[in-house]
């Protein structure tokens, strides 16, 4: 009998191997196809607590492992469950877990997720990967820091068809879905076969089964007004629009709400759904048009008044990138409201009732006088508003229509020439389509002379608008020369933005050296520097990102 009972665990765990995706593992038996690279430090596969990791007891600064290859047409979703294990949470150069996509005929591996923060248990990371025609690899990279005692390990990697956004709560991550902790009414799992379980439906959705699984929230130990209950979903990593869709159950005794947010990267949130009935007898179905072009959570937030509101229970969250309400709908590029003025003006342009106050135009650089920013000899734009035809030497660059409740970040390089003051001389409108002012949302307030500096400004305004460069000189005498160049846009927060990571083989250095490496430091090595160089006559008087902070 002892026998069979230990043949069918055999064969039930044989089954779920067989199960699993390719790119999958559980590192139980084997490294699933996985191979570290011999040049670095090896991975351990430790077979008893099925993990896999390396750690400081050997000599070296980072190890890799690398997926065999991957191929995939339709939408998956990457799950990573990891632990970093530190001595020290102050390190200058912590530990750190990096993710890198592979692309077949790609120069660079793009860096789809980092994590340095060390912990006392294994933590999830969820990351969307979208459709591609050409195969890949996974590549985890390793680095030890400088920390004498790290380890770094991976238990489970498992990929699965669909959005990482969607869940059935079957399994034990959750899908990467966590609770915001209160002291007083939170989400627990509901269903299954657990003695005690703390379940207050019969059945779940998935299954229509007590064995299924499903999320909750009970008032039962409410004690003040308005506790609310969080349920938060992985970010979603690559822009997503369509349906999301649901199902819950809602019973309510005195006053719940029941709403469904996005929040983006700097804390922003948008309702996007909200209850509209007091009883739900049976699961009921909701769906919400979807829109996430930047980052974003989706949050499920209940609110009760009283120990004696009710409960909510959701289950089988879904996505589909076709809109609950069939409209056709395309996510807006920003890079159409963008322009480094190499070869024309974009899809910018002036009123013929301001006179030409913007010049396109290509000097030569020497040690006086800075060229264009984009390449140092290219074109940029010149307003020179003395000779405007405008009354108060005004001159005003309009760009395209921008889309209504969209989070931007405009960002663009400026120089000035010539002003005694320069306060004022160059400012940003947002303009509604008929070209009526709205709103100044930035201007200069100090700005050294001749230096190119960047700017930039999140808004986000409800109705499709404009955003408008203007320049402005006081009088004819204080007048002088504004210049402009590589405008772009971005859709999120400039601080969301900020927080992105890095396109393959691009650094500013802002923050530090980002996947780049030197063999040795020293006297000859290379070091981040902000402003000029320590020796006059020598190096640039500001960087190329912003003006006056950090290079290399």
Same mark, same amino acid.
């Given at each position: 009998?002892?026998?069979?009972?230990?043949?069918?665990?055999?064969?039930?765990?044989?089954?779920?191997?067989?199960?699993?995706?390719?790119?999958? /593992?559980?590192?139980?038996?084997?490294?699933?196809?996985?191979?570290?690279?011999?040049?670095?430090?090896?991975?351990?596969?430790?077979?008893?607590?099925?993990?896999?990791?390396?750690?400081?007891?050997?000599?070296?600064?980072?190890?890799?492992?690398?997926?065999?290859?991957?191929?995939?047409?339709?939408?998956?979703?990457?799950?990573?469950?990891?632990?970093?294990?530190?001595?020290?949470?102050?390190?200058?150069?912590?530990?750190?877990?990096?993710?890198?996509?592979?692309?077949?005929?790609?120069?660079?591996?793009?860096?789809?997720?980092?994590?340095?923060?060390?912990?006392?248990?294994?933590?999830?990371?969820?990351?969307?990967?979208?459709?591609?025609?050409?195969?890949?690899?996974?590549?985890?990279?390793?680095?030890?820091?400088?920390?004498?005692?790290?380890?770094?390990?991976?238990?489970?990697?498992?990929?699965?068809?669909?959005?990482?956004?969607?869940?059935?709560?079957?399994?034990?991550?959750? /899908?990467?879905?966590?609770?915001?902790?209160?002291?007083?009414?939170?989400?627990?799992?509901?269903?299954?076969?657990?003695?005690?379980?703390?379940?207050?439906?019969?059945?779940?959705?998935?299954?229509?089964?007590?064995?299924?699984?499903?999320?909750?929230?009970?008032?039962?130990?409410?004690?003040?007004?308005?506790?609310?209950?969080?349920?938060?979903?992985?970010?979603?990593?690559?822009?997503?629009?369509?349906?999301?869709?649901?199902?819950?159950?809602?019973?309510?005794?005195?006053?719940?709400?029941?709403?469904?947010?996005?929040?983006?990267?700097?804390?922003?949130?948008?309702?996007?759904?909200?209850?509209?009935?007091?009883?739900?007898?049976?699961?009921?179905?909701?769906?919400?048009?979807?829109?996430?072009?930047?980052?974003?959570?989706?949050?499920?937030?209940?609110?009760?008044?009283?120990?004696?509101?009710?409960?909510?229970?959701?289950?089988?969250?879904?996505?589909?990138?076709?809109?609950?309400?069939?409209?056709?709908?395309?996510?807006?590029?920003?890079?159409?409201?963008?322009?480094?003025?190499?070869?024309?003006?974009?899809?910018?342009?002036?009123?013929?009732?301001?006179?030409?106050?913007?010049?396109?135009?290509?000097?030569?650089?020497?040690?006086?006088?800075?060229?264009?920013?984009?390449?140092?000899?290219?074109?940029?734009?010149?307003?020179?508003?003395?000779?405007?035809?405008?009354?108060?030497?005004?001159?005003?660059?309009?760009?395209?229509?921008?889309?209504?409740?969209?989070?931007?970040?405009?960002?663009?390089?400026?120089?000035?020439?010539?002003?005694?003051?320069?306060?004022?001389?160059?400012?940003?409108?947002?303009?509604?389509?008929?070209?009526?002012?709205?709103?100044?949302?930035?201007?200069?307030?100090?700005?050294?002379?001749?230096?190119?500096?960047?700017?930039?400004?999140?808004?986000?305004?409800?109705?499709?608008?404009?955003?408008?460069?203007?320049?402005?000189?006081?009088?004819?005498?204080? /007048?002088?020369?504004?210049?402009?160049?590589?405008?772009?846009?971005?859709?999120?927060?400039?601080?969301?933005?900020?927080?992105?990571?890095?396109?393959?083989?691009?650094?500013?250095?802002?923050?530090?050296?980002?996947?780049?490496?030197?063999?040795?430091?020293?006297?000859?090595?290379?070091?981040?520097?902000?402003?000029?160089?320590?020796?006059?006559?020598?190096?640039?008087?500001?960087?190329?990102?912003?003006?006056?902070?950090?290079?290399?």
């Amino acid at each position: 009998m002892l026998r069979l009972c230990l043949l069918a665990a055999h064969a039930l765990r044989l089954a779920g191997a067989a199960l699993l995706s390719p790119g999958s /593992c559980t590192f139980e038996d084997s490294a699933c196809g996985y191979q570290w690279d011999y040049a670095h430090l090896p991975w351990t596969l430790h077979g008893e607590g099925h993990y896999i990791s390396v750690d400081t007891s050997y000599e070296g600064e980072k190890a890799v492992l690398s997926s065999p290859d991957l191929y995939s047409e339709e939408w998956s979703c990457v799950r990573l469950i990891y632990q970093i294990a530190t001595t020290s949470d102050t390190s200058p150069d912590p530990a750190r877990l990096n993710l890198y996509l592979r692309q077949e005929g790609e120069s660079f591996d793009r860096l789809l997720w980092s994590a340095k923060e060390p912990s006392d248990s294994w933590l999830i990371a969820s990351l969307d990967l979208m459709n591609s025609t050409k195969k890949y690899k996974l590549v985890l990279e390793g680095e030890m820091g400088q920390d004498k005692s790290t380890s770094i390990a991976v238990f489970e990697i498992k990929i699965t068809s669909g959005y990482c956004i969607e869940c059935d709560f079957e399994e034990n991550h959750l /899908c990467g879905y966590v609770n915001r902790w209160n002291p007083n009414v939170n989400w627990f799992v509901g269903g299954g076969s657990i003695r005690n379980s703390q379940s207050i439906l019969p059945k779940d959705h998935t299954l229509n089964s007590a064995l299924g699984h499903y999320m909750y929230v009970d008032s039962v130990y409410v004690k003040h007004f308005q506790e609310v209950a969080q349920l938060i979903s992985p970010k979603t990593m690559a822009p997503v629009s369509g349906c999301l869709s649901f199902y819950y159950k809602l019973k309510q005794e005195s006053s719940i709400v029941f709403t469904v947010y996005l929040r983006d990267m700097s804390g922003f949130y948008e309702e996007i759904w909200k209850t509209d009935s007091a009883l739900n007898a049976d699961w009921t179905l909701a769906e919400v048009d979807f829109n996430a072009p930047y980052p974003m959570e989706v949050i499920f937030e209940v609110a009760f008044n009283s120990a004696k509101g009710g409960y909510v229970a959701l289950d089988d969250i879904s996505f589909s990138p076709v809109y609950c309400s069939n409209q056709t709908g395309t996510l807006f590029n920003p890079a159409n409201a963008g322009c480094n003025f190499e070869e024309d003006l974009c899809n910018f342009y002036q009123d013929h009732k301001d006179g030409p106050g913007w010049s396109r135009v290509k000097v030569k650089r020497n040690v006086y006088r800075a060229g264009d920013h984009t390449t140092g000899f290219g074109y940029y734009l010149l307003a020179n508003t003395k000779f405007t035809s405008q009354p108060g030497y005004i001159g005003r660059l309009y760009g395209p229509t921008l889309p209504g409740n969209l989070q931007f970040c405009l960002r663009f390089y400026y120089a000035l020439y010539g002003f005694f003051k320069m306060s004022g001389t160059l400012a940003v409108y947002i303009f509604e389509e008929n070209h009526v002012v709205q709103e100044k949302i930035w201007s200069v307030l100090d700005s050294p002379k001749g230096v190119w500096t960047q700017a930039e400004i999140s808004f986000k305004k409800p109705m499709p608008c404009k955003v408008v460069f203007v320049s402005w000189c006081k009088s004819f005498w204080d /007048c002088g020369l504004v210049a402009l160049d590589d405008v772009s846009l971005s859709l999120g927060s400039c601080q969301a933005a900020d927080l992105l990571l890095p396109s393959p083989g691009e650094c500013t250095f802002e923050k530090d050296e980002c996947v780049f490496t030197q063999k040795k430091r020293g006297s000859g090595s290379w070091h981040r520097k902000r402003g000029p160089t320590p020796t006059s006559y020598t190096g640039p008087r500001g960087d190329h990102t912003t003006g006056d902070t950090t290079c290399i």
